[in-house]
């Protein structure tokens, strides 16, 4: 009674480079059947290269949270300095003469609707 898995037949299909790698390498050792190696060379580079996309994936899924994470660095920095701006007296003044310009703005647009 044998306990191998596969009894007979074909071994099963590589499922990584690594294993693609060790099958092409006891192909060459013991078989070096072009027709299986040119099969597994080919899976192989396909293996290489679904590994190359999910590296620049995740690069670019971290590119992405670096650029957010800048741009809410710098609305912080911006909402900072109006903030304190606003504390000064200079400011208070400028912020009351833009709160009065947008009042009569909005007072003319309020007029002119029929």
Known sequence: ???????????????SAVECRLRISYEVMQRGREHRLRQLWRLHRAYVESDKLAVESARTAALAEQNRLKS???????????????????????????????????????????
């Open 1 to 15: 009674m044998s306990t191998f898995r596969n009894k007979g037949g074909r071994p099963p299909a590589p499922r």
């Open 72 to 114: 809410e660095e710098l609305a912080l920095k911006s909402a900072s300095h109006r903030l304190r701006f606003a504390a000064t007296e200079h400011g208070r003044q400028a912020l009351l003469k833009m709160v009065a310009r947008l009042e009569s703005e909005l007072a003319a647009l309020r007029v002119g609707e029929p």
